[in-house]
């Protein structure tokens, strides 16, 4: 499933392509017909990402939300673009940009209202203004479940996925089974830090990167794909040659340092 840096990547994109002109919007799939019709002839006006849920809002009122899931796609076309394959959900378009929307987990047009309730659920977004990130601490507090299976909860901190919550952990020191309340404040503070560190990387870069150029010896944008993270998909710790350990929290595999992560 694509990360917080993700949406956030493609909400700029679809802002600067397709800019202040008319856009057309059709569901060649036809499962989105009605409300893509709605948003034809439509100007966009704002663009945000809020964690892993993308928001477009266009001069008419409407507000379209896209969760990509596990398999969604919102890939950008050059202009003109060629025919939809049939699997496009959503296409929209105009002459500075098209993007086509395949296989979303929620594409729907929602109100003012239903939005807030979609964005007052989820926690800080490292990437966003302003975070409210008392929320986090406040939550955290509250629970005992490991820290590795409440990163994936999007209440938490708005954004984090496998591969950073992996990666996050592991620059912070911590194992993932420790309970969430069991952090101190100085710890939490870590965590999110990290967060936003490693997420706007990946927004600069466009690719998950958490290693430091220094211990790689090569600057990011000539990194091999195979320099990129410390922990996640290896079998060694890249710092100490230790060994990792996989274990299952919150339904997905995460692997740990048991030197850098001690229990």
Not at 51 to 62: H, I
Request: hydrophobic share 35%; proline share 7%.
């Amino acid at each position: 499933m694509p990360e917080g840096h993700v949406i956030h990547r493609l909400a700029r994109g679809l802002r600067s392509t397709l800019g202040d002109a008319p856009i057309r919007a059709s569901s060649p799939q036809g499962r989105f017909e009605a409300s893509a019709a709605l948003l034809d002839g439509e100007r966009v006006t704002r663009t945000e990402a809020w964690g892993k849920y993308l928001f477009v809002s266009t001069t008419g009122g409407q507000i379209l939300h896209v969760h990509l899931g596990l398999i969604g796609k919102f890939r950008s076309k050059d202009v003109p673009a060629p025919e939809p394959t049939p699997t496009v959900r959503l296409r929209l378009e105009n002459d500075g940009g098209c993007w086509d929307l395949t296989g979303p987990t929620r594409c729907e047009l929602l109100t003012p209202r239903e939005r807030r309730a979609i964005i007052e659920r989820l926690g800080p977004d490292p990437l966003r203004r302003s975070p409210r990130t008392e929320v986090l601490f406040e939550r955290l507090s509250r629970t005992s479940i490991p820290i590795g299976a409440t990163l994936l909860d999007q209440s938490i901190i708005a954004g984090l996925g496998n591969i950073y919550r992996a990666e996050v952990l592991f620059l912070c020191g911590i194992d993932p089974r420790r309970p969430s309340n069991r952090l101190s404040h100085e710890e939490v503070e870590e965590i999110w830090e990290q967060s936003v560190r490693l997420l706007r990387i990946g927004v600069t870069t466009g690719s998950i990167i958490t290693t430091d150029p220094a211990e790689i010896g090569r600057t990011r944008g000539r990194m091999r794909p195979d320099d990129h993270l410390y922990v996640y998909h290896r079998d060694h710790c890249r710092r100490c040659g230790t060994e990792l350990r996989t274990i299952d929290l919150a339904g997905r595999a995460i692997t740990y340092c048991p030197v850098h992560q001690p229990t």
